[in-house]
C-alpha cells in the first residue's frame, strides 16, 4: 500500500511540474534612459553634412550635437571615439525635440518632419560607431538609406545597414549608446539589411519606430546582436 501510495505521489508530482509553464527571470540590470540633456557643454549646431561631419570629430562629451529637423545628411558619419574619464554623454538631436513626442512615447513616420535625416548614399553604413566608443544619444533622427548599389531592372538597390555598434574583439567595449524616438527604415523599393547592430554593452533602443527593413535571400534584423556582454533594452 506505501508503495502505491508513493508511486501516485510521484505521478501528481511529476504533472504538476509538467503544466507549470516556465517564468522568466526578470532583467538582473537596469539601463536607465532618461532624457537628460547635458548642461555646460558646447552646443554645436550643424545645418549640413560637411558641419555634421566636423561637429562628430570635434566634439567632446558634455556636448551637444542639433541637427536641423527636415535638412537631409547624406553620407557615412563617424562617431569617433572620444577621452570620456567621467562619462559623460554626447547627444545627437533634432532641432524640433520639443515638438516630438516627449520620452515615454513611441514616434511614428508621421513624425518624419520633425527630425532631421541622416541618409546612407551607398551600401555603408550611415553612422558608424568604432570599439571603445561610449555615452552617444541620439534622439529624434530620421535615418535612411538612398543607396545607388547593387541596383538592376527587377532588383532593389539596398545598403547593410543604418546604425553600426562595430566592435571588434579585443579591443575596448563601446559603451552606453541610446537610440531615442528615431524612425529608421528602408522602403518598399529599397533593400536595408539591418537597421542597428547592438554590439557592446549598456546599449538601448527607445521609443523608435524600425521598419521596412528586407532584403532578398539574405536574414535581415531591425536590431541584431551578435558580440556584446549586455545588457541590451528594446523597449517601446
Known amino acids: 500500500m506505501t508503495k502505491n501510495l508513493l508511486f501516485v505521489f510521484l505521478l501528481l508530482f511529476t504533472v504538476v511540474g509538467i503544466a507549470q509553464p516556465p517564468v522568466a527571470q526578470l532583467p538582473l540590470t537596469y539601463i536607465d534612459t532618461t532624457y537628460n540633456l547635458p548642461a555646460g557643454g558646447t ?4 545645418h549640413n553634412a560637411t558641419q555634421f561631419a566636423s561637429a562628430l570629430r570635434t566634439s567632446v562629451p558634455g556636448d551637444v550635437i542639433v541637427l ?13 571615439v572620444k577621452a570620456n574619464p567621467n562619462n559623460k554623454w554626447i547627444y545627437i538631436i533634432s532641432s524640433s525635440m520639443s515638438n516630438l513626442p516627449a520620452p515615454g512615447t513611441r514616434v511614428t513616420p508621421d513624425n518624419a518632419n520633425l527630425m532631421p535625416k541622416i541618409v ?18 541620439l534622439a529624434g533622427l530620421e535615418m535612411f538609406t538612398a543607396s545607388n548599389y ?14 553600426q555598434l562595430n566592435q571588434q574583439q ?24 539591418r537597421a542597428v547592430s547592438l554590439n557592446g554593452s549598456n546599449i538601448a533602443v527607445v521609443d523608435s519606430y524600425i521598419n521596412d527593413v528586407h532584403l532578398p535571400d539574405a536574414d535581415t534584423q531591425a536590431v541584431a546582436e551578435w558580440y556584446s556582454p549586455g545588457p541590451i533594452k528594446i523597449s517601446n
Open 43 to 46: 552646443t554645436w549646431a550643424a
Open 68 to 80: 536641423d529637423a527636415g535638412v537631409t545628411y547624406s553620407g557615412n558619419f563617424t562617431a569617433p
Open 120 to 137: 546612407t548614399p551607398n551600401i555603408s553604413y550611415a553612422l558608424n560607431l568604432p570599439s571603445g566608443a561610449n555615452h552617444y544619444r
Open 150 to 163: 547593387g541596383c538592376g531592372t527587377s532588383v532593389n538597390c539596398y545598403s547593410y545597414g543604418l546604425i
Open 170 to 193: 579585443n579591443l575596448p567595449l563601446i559603451d552606453s549608446v541610446t537610440i531615442d524616438r528615431c524612425y529608421l527604415h528602408g522602403s518598399p523599393t529599397m533593400d536595408l539589411r
